[in-house]
């Protein structure tokens, strides 16, 4: 036999492997999976319950008549929010009110925490060499992939069904009728979050690093949300063109379609199929898309610690960028019908904004932009302990450029883009609600409005600074904590019965909710001087202590 034909031979054997030789040590693979993401799977899982009977629990309370359903319905059918959430099938139900309000945020939510899942749990460790390690012993070609899939399908699941159960639990199905909208409800968020842990697992087989793999599974699940809303605002056909629009065709408390959760499996298996396939006749290491080389004449300015963010950061920027400008032109366009509605329903914006009218309608909505941006800025902020974690600091550090130089021009991105950010959300706002009520100046007041909030977002930039000099290794998950702690007990501390002093330590809550309330610089300046310390500290510590790579 020639060595170019028991090459064939090899090459086949090596991609034909039995089964039981590809799946061995699955059960080992799917216990290390509990052990390193436990605390992740229940975040995951208790968040979009939790947020399910929040808001159940809200509305009950809001909307106690009919008329005030009805209302609701009304503003509902405006192209603003059909684009933003899509329109329930029957919205002058308790039900569909619930459904407008959350289905489609916790199912996009879902979606994309099962892409980052699996990619913490397959491209990064191919990346960083954990999957290398641990092939060394017995373990198949699939177990790996094959037990976070197991573990992340179970969490879609998990999560639609305990929403469902809370739906029950709370009435939300109308009297005299079974349960069966509870149940649509709840597993229309399983399948958009299995068509998300099937996108997460072809990303991580078609690029070659983690980055990548997180960038192309969040596109494409925002890609369809955005086919979605085009098709909403249309005739309907293109929201058919879109997996997230299956889910939200099952229509709970209205047509209860259970087929389009078929669709919905059948794609994410195929998904699933395809990127197993593809991760047995790839190299280890590899990507189907092979990494790009490095432009050999780069520009002057991409070779500072500044140029060099950028550059990497341009995505995120240029995304975060979108999200900002999109949601405050649909906040902008509901403003008028959402006061009309709260109006009928007996000014109850007060456990949100803690006043009524048009003004405190603003001032809420204001904050909601500004907690977008601050997600903008906590993730340019991790970033640093990113590079420091990917080897990409050293040999910059090992130039002409000192730690606290590299730190300062790395920090500029979170500090002036959630400026920027701010005053582009806050202005684009303005002038969408301007529009609609004849006003041009309501552009400029709304941009000074959300930039009210830049000193309480800097205070998160600085918490994250100071994670980042002083615990490198949990400075990402912690700092991630902190905001996400940040948007649950801005939405829900009031609800929980909390202690108002632990609500008033929170940076929004510090902030004053302007237009509806004078601006008073006190608090701005002391949210300033905190975030400065927490920055200075950070850094200081940085500088002195050893580089810890992953």
Not at 121 to 130: I, L, P, Y
Not at 230 to 241: I, M, Q
Not at 517 to 541: K, S, Y
């Amino acid at each position: 036999m020639t060595a170019q034909v028991q090459d064939r031979t090899l090459l086949g054997s090596a991609v034909r492997r039995p089964a039981q030789e590809t799946l061995a040590g699955l059960g080992v693979m799917s216990r290390l999976f509990w052990r390193r993401n436990r605390v992740r799977l229940v975040v995951w899982a208790v968040f979009v319950i939790a947020m399910v009977g929040y808001v159940v629990s809200y509305y009950q309370s809001l909307f106690t008549t009919q008329e005030a359903l009805d209302d609701f319905a009304r503003v509902s059918d405006t192209p603003g929010l059909k684009a933003l959430t899509g329109l329930a099938a029957n919205p002058a139900t308790m039900g569909g009110a619930v459904w407008t309000k959350i289905w489609m945020f916790v199912a996009i939510a879902l979606a994309l925490g099962a892409v980052f899942l699996v990619t913490r749990n397959g491209r990064a460790d191919e990346e960083t060499g954990r999957t290398e390690l641990l092939r060394s012993r017995v373990l198949g070609l699939h177990a790996g992939s094959l037990a976070t899939w197991l573990w992340v399908g179970g969490l879609c699941v998990v999560s639609g069904v305990g929403a469902a159960i809370v739906c029950i639990a709370m009435g939300l199905d109308p009297a005299g009728a079974d349960v069966l909208g509870s149940l649509v409800f709840g597993l229309s968020i399983t399948g958009v979050g299995l068509f998300g842990l099937g996108v997460g697992a072809l990303a991580g087989q078609v690029t070659s690093t983690s980055r990548g793999a997180n960038a192309l599974g969040s596109v494409v699940v925002i890609a369809f949300y955005v086919v979605r809303m085009v098709g909403d605002l249309g005739d309907g056909t293109l929201t058919w063109a879109s997996p997230i629009g299956w889910g939200q065709e099952m229509q709970p408390w209205g047509a209860n379609r259970w087929w389009p959760l078929g669709l919905l499996v059948v794609l994410t298996v195929a998904l699933l199929a395809l990127a197993g396939w593809l991760e047995g006749r790839r190299d280890h290491g590899a990507g189907l898309l092979p990494e790009r080389l490095g432009n050999p004449g780069a520009p002057q300015r991409w070779t500072s610690p500044l140029g060099l963010a950028l550059r990497l950061q341009r995505g995120p920027v240029v995304g975060w960028t979108v999200a900002v400008v999109i949601a405050a032109g649909l906040f902008g366009s509901v403003v008028q019908s959402m006061t009309d509605l709260l109006d009928d329903a007996g000014g109850s914006a007060t456990d949100l904004v803690g006043g009524t009218g048009v003004d405190a309608l603003l001032s809420m909505l204001t904050g909601m932009i500004a907690l977008v941006v601050a997600v903008f800025a906590v993730q340019s902020a991790v970033a640093l302990r990113g590079d420091e974690a990917s080897a990409i600091l050293e040999p910059q550090l090992a130039g002409a450029v000192g730690r606290v130089r590299w730190a300062a021009e790395r920090l500029v991105i979170p500090v002036v883009g959630s400026a920027v950010l701010l005053a582009v959300g806050g202005g684009i706002f303005g002038a969408s609600y301007g529009s609609t009520v004849s006003d041009a100046s309501q552009a400029g007041r709304l941009a000074g409005a959300a930039l009210v909030y830049w000193p309480a977002i800097m205070v998160l930039v600085g918490v994250a600074v100071l994670l980042f000099g002083y615990l490198p290794r949990l400075a990402v998950p912690l700092s991630w904590g902190v905001i996400a702690a940040v948007w649950f007990l801005m939405f829900v501390g009031d609800a929980l019965g909390l202690p108002q002093g632990l609500l008033d330590i929170l940076p929004w809550s510090a902030t004053p909710y302007v237009p509806m309330e004078p601006l008073t610089w006190t608090p701005l300046v002391v949210m300033t001087l905190v975030a400065v310390v927490f920055t200075v500290l950070g850094v200081t510590r940085f500088r002195r202590r050893d580089i810890q790579p992953a």
